[in-house]
């Protein structure tokens, strides 16, 4: 090709370019697609490798995605025990090959002898790090009954065989990714402070990658669970451990507690958006339905032609989150115990008049909608993966154990960690949790309630047929996250890789500040956010999402690169 030929193409290009940039401020940067990992049948991504193989394995040897759910649960529990976990709990929504939906709400509930104020002082003030760490923190798990139920309801393995794997690995031990090991090493002094004996968890030197740790007790236990079932963990030795346990440290959990939890089938919360179907999970998830009051207030708008984290885009969504936190905690609880205005909430008039004061050139006080003033803090700990089968069957799981490592309390002989996830009630009417998340009545704490969850297992149809698994750990972020990754499907046209990797921002009512992941916004965004009254704080991470995506050339696979998180397919 001649110089000049050269010359014109590439002057043409600049002017599509330049021309392009006036027309619609997209995605910024002018670059080939980005794709996770791509499989012709099944696709698995989870937040460790090593769980991911256990998936795959389970689905290559003939189970299906709920098979794997469970395996990849159990493996988590094991490889990744900082969110992975039997001790602590979860939401599954699923949607079967033939369309068929549902969801199971596996939540920790309150012990028996909890009540109201149980971590208020004589002054009706909280008492710094009890509801976090140590025994009271923790709720009555609920992850084991919830294997067991989708088992029983979905599975076509021999239960034992989604067992094994997780007990081979707690037995054969667990090589330390670099991340792993920080995350061990920067607990260890939590670890001493509320366990009487000496966790596997705990070094005497300070871990590094590639070091190996077993664990025997773990694998004991999940031999229990594999040979009894139920009875593995709510009943008989484990029980006892358990109960054993909370004597020792002060924690409320009873035999009457364990025997009386039960994993609970639920409907999963429904509603569309740009004419794709949204499958998410309801309460005690405040998640569902504040993604679905989030998606129908950008619906009306054009966010494609704003672009891709333009500031008139992240105006209208942190207008939005501002609203949508708002109303959670004043209104989100456990449906059990307190009467939720589920419907009010996502009925359309409800939510224009609500979201009728938002300007378009100024930012609302959050005083202004509710008064307080709380301080977040980051935690990224509890953990999501997604799953499609060959048959087409998706498992959407989040779990957790809430903060790292839950309440740090491994109980003794039976090797697992309990979550601290009395937490995510409202602990206080107004005072903020780890998530700088307030609350009140509806989350007020109450013998066997369950705790307000921000978990948001998601799945998107378009045409009636499956289209994204999505989910993500990150507390509070959690249901920003998602509400940014579809959007970034939808409306930006990003493959699920992209849409995983994009930068994110979060605003949650209080504190009235947006975070936004370090070098998300160039300096004019940022400064025109400010001008707009936003204030704008940098923040290292937000979200670590695990999701999958139907395509035409087969399913892909997005692990967030924030973590260890692999997809692997086939
Ligand atoms: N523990 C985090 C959540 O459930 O939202």
Known sequence: MSNFRIYLIQSLAVILLIFAGCQKQATPDIHPPVYGVMGKQAMVSTAHPAATQVGVDILKSGGNAFDAAIAVQLALAVVYPRAGNIGGGGFLVYRQ???????????????????????????????????????????????????????????????????????????????????????????QENFALVNEHRTHL?????????????????????????????????????????????????????????????????????????????????????????????????????????????????????????????????????????????????????????????????????????EGHVEIIESMETTHFSIVDALGNAASVTTTLNGSFGSKVVVKGAGFLLNNEMDDFSVKAGIPNMFGLVGAQANSIAPEKRMLSSMTPTIVEKNDTLYMVVGTPGGSTIITSVFQTILNVIDHGMTMQEAVNAKKFHHQWLPDEVYYEVNALDSATLSELSTMGHVMKPRSEIGRMDCIMVTDQGLEGAADSRGDNTAMGY
């Open 97 to 187: 090959h033939d369309g068929n939906i549902g969801s199971l709400d596996f939540r920790e509930m309150a012990p028996l002898q909890a009540h109201k104020d149980m971590y208020l002082d004589e002054n009706q003030e909280v008492i710094e790090n009890l509801s976090t760490l140590g025994h009271l923190a923790a709720g009555v798990p609920g992850t084991v009954d919830g294997m067991i139920k989708i088992h029983q309801k979905l599975g076509s393995m021999p239960f034992k065989s989604l067992v094994q794997p997780a007990i081979d690995l707690a037995l054969g031990g667990v090589i330390l990714t670099e991340k792993e090991a920080s995350k061990f090493n920067e607990h």
């Open 202 to 370: 705990q070094n005497e030197q300070p871990w590094k990658p590639g070091d190996t740790v077993f664990y025997p007790d773990l694998g004991q236990t999940l031999t229990l669970i594999r040979d009894q079932g139920r009875a593995g963990f709510y009943d008989g030795t484990t029980a006892q451990l358990i109960v054993e346990e909370m004597q020792r440290g002060g924690g409320l959990i009873t035999l009457e507690d364990l025997q009386n939890y039960q994993a609970v089938w639920r409907q999963p919360i429904v509603g569309h958006y740009r004419s794709h179907k949204i499958i998410t999970m309801g309460l005690p998830s405040s998640g569902g339905i504040a993604i679905l009051q989030l998606l129908a207030g950008v619906e009306p708008h054009d966010i494609e032609s704003w672009g891709f984290n333009q500031p008139k885009t992240i105006h209208l969504m942190t207008e939005l989150e501002r609203r949508v936190y708002a109303d959670r905690a004043t209104h989100l609880g456990d449906p059990d115990f307190y009467e939720v205005p589920i419907d009010m909430l996502l009925d359309h008039n409800y939510l224009t008049e609500r979201y009728s004061s938002i300007s378009y050139d100024r930012k609302t006080s959050s005083q202004d909608i509710k």
